[in-house]
């Protein structure tokens, strides 16, 4: 991470992440949905467009850092997952979530310490 600031590099994959996990509302929107109806198609080309757009930031990212380090922050995308589900749609957040979540951010701690 030479060429991108540590902290920079950082802050970047982790808003990759967020955008990835939007995609998922969008999805769960659509599942919501009579298949095939217009409100469906709507939420599916919102959920492909933010897959571009995560696509995209991704590849940026991967110009600046290793993959092996970048790999290492995909595990948030799930804790915002878990965020998005409880607060949108809802969704309960078990014990069994929180110690996921910490687990994950334990991880990226440890990783971004070395």
Do not use: D, H
């Not at 929107?29 to 897959?51: G, I």
């Not at 589900?85 to 440890?110: D, L, P, Q, R």
């Amino acid at each position: 991470m030479k060429e991108f600031a540590g902290k920079y590099a950082y802050a970047a994959l982790v808003g990759a992440n967020l955008v990835y996990a939007c995609e998922s509302i969008f999805i769960k929107l659509a599942s919501q949905q009579e298949p095939m109806s217009l409100k469906y198609f709507v939420f599916v080309a919102c959920a492909l467009a933010v897959l571009a757009l995560y696509a995209f930031i991704w590849q940026q990212i991967l110009k600046r850092v290793p993959v092996s380090e970048a790999y290492m922050f995909k595990g948030t995308s799930l804790i915002f997952v878990l965020l998005i589900s409880a607060f949108v749609f809802g969704e309960a957040i078990t014990w069994t979530n929180v110690v996921g979540a910490a687990m994950i951010v334990g991880g990226i701690v440890m990783f971004a310490r070395t």
